[in-house]
Each structure stands twice: as C-alpha cells, then as structure tokens.
C-alpha cells in the first residue's frame, strides 16, 4: 500500500478572547477607582474617574456596563481592606464581569503580591485587566513581564513614602512634638492651645488607684470596688477590669511624661505594629504636661509591681522554688563562675525553725559535683550588700567611668557603621532609572519588543531594588547608633544623678548589671552593661560545699 506524500498545514492561531470588541457578544466591562486620601481634590478626582470610565464604556458598542466599583479611604495598601475591591473580585467569580478597566497599577494594587496575585487569579477566570495609563492588557502576551516591573516600582514608591512618614514622625519626636489620644487615655481632656487638661473628677480616681495599689490592695481588689460604686470607666459603658487599672499604673504620662515610638509598624503592607524592644529609639520627654501624681509616686508604683511579680505561685514540691522567684533580677544575672549555669535562690530553714535564703547553682543542685565541683552558696543578705557596695564604688569613680563609657561608645559605633552614603544622589538615581524604565515599557508596548527589552528591564528594576535597600540600610545603621548614645545618656544621668543607697534596688540592678560572677568564696565578678567588670569581696555568711566523698 503506498503512503501519500506528507503534507504540513499550518493552523491559524485563534484570535484572543482579550482583543476588544472581537466577541460575538458585547464584553461586560467593570471600572475601578480608588483614591488614597480623604483630601477634597482627591475626593473631586475619586468622582470624575467614576463618572469618566462610566461615560467611556457607555459609549464604546463593543463594550456593556458590568458595574463601577470605587473604594475612597486612607488605607489602599492591601485589596483585602478595599470593600469595593472585593466585591468587584466576587462578582468576577460569579461570572458577572469579562473586563475591568482601570486608571493605573497604582490604583489597582499598591504591592507586588496583590497586583500580581490578583490579576493572576482573574486571567485564570478569563478576565483582563485594561491599565489604560500603561496600556497594559493582562490578557495579551508579554504583559505579565511589565506588569511585574511596574507594580514592583509602585511597592517601592509606598516604600519609600512610608519611610518619609517615619522619618517625619521621629524628626517630630525629637523635637518633642507629642500627640495624645483623648479618646484613650482617662483623666485628661484637649484643653486650651491643644494642650492636655486635667479632668479633676477623674484624676481623683487615678489618685486613688495609685494609692490604693501602694497600700497594698491588689488591681482585683480596686477594680472590684470602683465597679461597685458605679465609677464610670473611659468609655462610660465598659467595667473597671486589671489590665485597665494596669495600664494606668503603668502610664508615665500621669506623672506628666511622655515616653514615645513605644511601638513601630513592621512594614507598610501589612501594617503590623510591634512593641519596641530596643529595635528603634525611644524619645522620653518629662513634665511635658500637668500631672496627675508625683514621679515618686509612679516610680514606687513600678517598682511595687516589678516586687509583686517576683512572687509567683509554686507547685508545694518544688525544691528550689525557681518558679516562684523566676522575676528576681538576680535569676536572670547571677551565674557561676566554674560551670558558668545560673545560680538560683533556695530557702533553708534551720534547726531553731529560722528561715535563710541562699543562691546556688543550678547544676549543682540537680546533679551534685558531677559537673560543677567548687560552687560556692552565697547568703542573699551578704550577696545583695555586696552588689550595693559594687554599684556605689562605680558610682563614686565617675569621672574615670564616662570617658570608658564614650570610648565604648564610639567603638560600638565605628563596628556598626557601613560607611557613608550621598543619600541625594542615590534618591536621583532611583528618580532617573524610574523615568528611564516607564520610557522603555511604553516603547516595548508601542513596538511589541517586550520580550526582547526583558532583560533591560529587569536589570534597571533589580538596580533600583538595591539602591532602596542601601538607603533602608543606612537609616537603620543611624537608627541603632542614635539608639546606643540613648542607652549610654541614661546610664551616664543614672549614675551621675542616683542617691547612694546601702538598701537593696531590684531595679537598678536590673538596669545597670549584665551578669554576675560567683568566682569563689570570697569574689564576684560583676560586669556591667557598658562593658566594664568589676570585682566585688563578699563579707560574711558564705560557705564553700564540701566535695562529695
């Protein structure tokens, strides 16, 4: 049997379903708009958007209006935020929508991961997406290349915005610009020239609340009598509860204060706010406004809650009660000098049925010599003097201390620092690949050469990524150093301004000690938190364990 000659025939591609007015029925076709600001000429062009995407899609025949959805509002940064947006999304879903026409990528999305996300999830479903500023339709080939650039310029714009508003708001703080949330805090009201006002009725019951809490009542115990009196909280509606009463124990500003960047957002997609733990400077402002108690007040406040703390409960069995002293400063600090395990406080009680609190080691007391051979068990009485006395000699050789303290300073400063950077410069460089790179998008889209300016394109958009990260690095090395010289200022004031004091202070062993060392019987190795170590004689009541036979 014989074979016909083989033949090609080359099938025609079909035409896309993308091309306007191609179908055989009209396209539905949706607008979205959003603005980003409340501001009156904002909300003048939010309306005209909406009003010019209406006329344009009544006046095209091809085209059939499937709806205008338009979001207004401070927060566009996530689509999940944009009620509009997500209902224009459902629709889509229900198979209501063929098109959605929009101004701009920045409209649209304002991080890679919506933009790209969702127009991925709508091309799936068969629907496009028309930025008609870039001429972009997501349905046509190569679009997806270019509009990963350009949303990716529009994540680095909001970026660098947010960055602008931070540093704004630190400039304000250190200027000791400060802002207060009347709705939020209870006893003041807005006053004259914006200042805070003392409410006097309310300011009674903050009076009360500290003075109670220092005689000894618990935040239980106050919330529960404030409730049955009827004393209306903040809000007039809620109940007096702990954390109420907490915070308000806890807030420097009813001693006429100011601590502020308590807290800082983590980045501006997501927005989530952080508490800050030494990532950023704090600024402390005080008699920044009319107080309602005494510092001395607040202060012993503090410092009864950090005592109340201390003493958690413990299961009857523990031997070392570890758990109910794991708040003590010195829990955290006192280590030995041998096997370098934390030490932990331990209550003897003696023959006659007194009671003597000592400090062991750790690993002395769950494995006997097997690691730890010489530990030594320090009387708390003696060991607390002589942290005391170590705190009072630093405080007495002040004047050798704070060139120790600058030299470590800039040491620290000079280790952190990246070198310098013309901030202006890059800032124009970043100006100019961006004009740069919508030039050459608009040509490769006015050409069809998208595929063959790729790699141009994704060169100048990886260049501009780097340089926003350089100055993110930057203003983050400035940020820790201001945050050093900080720290190194109020440890300076502390030991320059403190009272000598014999009586044990929990906090300001906590705020100037890093470690302690149980060196021997008769030493302790204290290191401070600028560096310097000191060695300290123990007096009396310490005894050497005797190596197990």
């Known amino acids: 049997m014989s074979v016909a000659n083989r033949e090609i025939i080359i099938i025609p591609p079909k035409t896309s379903s993308s091309m306007l007015g191609k179908r055989n029925r009209q396209l539905r076709v949706a607008s979205y708009s959003r603005v980003s600001t409340d501001f009156e000429e904002q909300l003048t062009s939010f309306r005209a958007q909406k009003a010019y995407y209406t006329d344009l899609i009544m006046r095209t025949p091809e085209w059939t209006l499937a709806g205008t959805y338009a979001d207004e509002g401070l927060s566009g940064a996530s689509a999940e935020k944009r009620p509009d947006f997500m209902r224009m999304y459902r629709h889509c879903k229900m198979g209501k929508i063929d098109l959605?026409?929009?101004?701009?990528?920045?409209?649209?999305?304002?991080?890679?991961?919506?933009?790209?996300?969702?127009v991925r999830k709508l091309k799936a479903m068969g629907i496009g997406v028309l930025f008609e500023k870039e001429n972009i339709n997501t349905l046509e080939e190569n679009s997806e290349v270019v509009l990963t650039i350009l949303a990716s310029l529009a994540q680095e714009e909001l970026n660098s915005l947010s960055g602008n508003v931070k540093m704004g708001k630190r400039m304000a703080m250190q200027e000791g610009k400060v802002s207060f949330q009347y709705k939020r805090i209870y006893a003041y009201r807005r006053g004259a020239d914006d200042q805070p006002e003392v409410i006097p009725e309310e300011a009674e019951i903050v009076k009360r609340i500290f003075t109670g809490y220092l005689a000894g009542k618990s935040v239980q115990k106050i919330a529960e009598e404030l409730n049955d009196e009827g004393v209306p909280t903040q809000t007039k509606k809620s109940a007096w509860t702990?954390?109420?009463?907490?915070?308000?124990?806890?807030?420097?500003?009813?001693?006429?204060?100011?601590?502020?960047?308590?807290?800082?957002?983590?980045?501006?997609?997501?927005?989530?706010?952080?508490?800050?733990?030494?990532?950023?400077?704090k600024v402390y402002i005080k008699n920044n406004h009319t107080s309602i108690v005494s510092r001395e007040i607040y202060e012993r406040a503090q410092q009864e809650q950090s005592r109340r703390s201390c003493k958690k409960k413990v299961s009857k069995n523990s031997i070392t009660e570890q758990g109910k002293y794991s708040g003590n400063a010195l829990s955290e600090i006192l280590i030995c000098g041998e096997c370098k395990t934390p030490y932990r406080r331990v209550v003897w009680t003696k023959r006659n049925g007194e009671k003597q609190a000592v400090w062991r080691c750790l690993s002395r007391l769950d494995y006997g010599t097997k690691y730890c051979k010489d530990s030594v068990t320090v009387d708390e009485e003696s060991l607390r003097a002589a942290i005391m006395k170590a705190i009072t000699s630093t405080r007495n050789d002040r004047q050798m201390l704070i060139p120790v303290l600058t030299s470590h300073l800039e040491r620290t400063m000079r280790e952190k620092a990246s070198g310098t950077i013309n901030v202006e410069q890059i800032e124009q460089r970043i100006a100019e690949l961006k004009a740069a790179t919508m030039e050459l998008i608009s040509e490769s889209v006015s050409s069809n050469t998208v595929g063959q300016n790729e790699a141009?394109?994704?060169?100048?958009?990886?260049?501009?990524?780097?340089?926003?990260?350089?100055?993110?690095?930057?203003?983050?090395?400035?940020?820790?150093?201001?945050?050093?010289?900080?720290?190194?200022?109020?440890?300076?004031?502390?030991?320059?301004?403190?009272?000598?004091?014999?009586?044990?202070?929990?906090?300001?062993?906590?705020q100037l000690i890093d470690t302690i060392q149980v060196m021997d019987e008769n030493t302790l190795l204290i290191t401070f938190k600028w560096g310097q170590e000191y060695r300290q004689i123990i007096d009396t009541k310490v005894r050497k364990l005797k190596r197990a036979a």
Do not use: W
């Not at 009463?245 to 980045?267: M, P, S």
């Open 456 to 510: 141009r394109l994704k060169a100048m958009s990886d260049e501009i990524k780097d340089l926003h990260e350089m100055l993110v690095q930057y203003r983050q090395t400035n940020s820790t150093e201001d945050s050093i010289q900080h720290r190194v200022d109020e440890i300076t004031e502390l030991l320059l301004q403190e009272p000598e004091k014999s009586e044990y202070d929990d906090i300001l062993v906590r």
């Open 242 to 281: 702990d954390g109420t009463l907490r915070g308000i124990l806890q807030n420097e500003r009813y001693c006429g204060d100011v601590i502020l960047q308590k807290t800082y957002v983590t980045d501006p997609i997501s927005k989530k706010v952080k508490k800050n733990n030494g990532e950023l400077p």
């Open 100 to 118: 959605i026409i929009t101004k701009s990528i920045s409209r649209f999305a304002r991080n890679t991961l919506d933009s790209i996300g969702y």
